[in-house]
């Protein structure tokens, strides 16, 4: 076998999914322990004033992570499988838009629709 030949057997798999190296591997793990870190942080040291700038910091992260994932450690991108995983990434990306603002719409219809309650109704309250 030709080193050609050895090197382009062993780049890819026949289907077009490209080899991930150690690398990719550190770099996608750091990536995601510190959007997962970041987050913890910004709730925990009150950092923002503003709760709602705080929810959309952590969200926008949580998005962004979810996207290392898939690129890092699912290998997603647009040589392998011919681009459908881009496509599978779009798709994903529109699940996770989707859910992230129906999430914050509902909670937000639920704080202002919510009925206060008066002092003397939480003392009864079981």
Sequence with gaps: ???????????EHGH?????TRRDYVVGFLLAAAL??????LVMSHLLENAAVTGALVM???AVQVVAHMVFFLHMNRK???G??????????????IVLSGSMWV???LDVNMMPMSAEAMRQAP
């Design 107 to 109: 909670m937000h219809h």
């Design 1 to 11: 076998m030709t080193d050609a030949a050895a090197h382009g057997a062993h780049e």
């Design 80 to 82: 392998a499988e011919g």
């Design 16 to 20: 077009g999914a490209p080899h991930a």
């Design 36 to 41: 997962t870190v970041i987050p913890f942080w």
């Design 60 to 62: 926008g992260l949580a």
């Design 84 to 97: 459908w995983t881009l496509m599978a990434l779009l798709f994903t990306l529109l699940l996770v838009g």
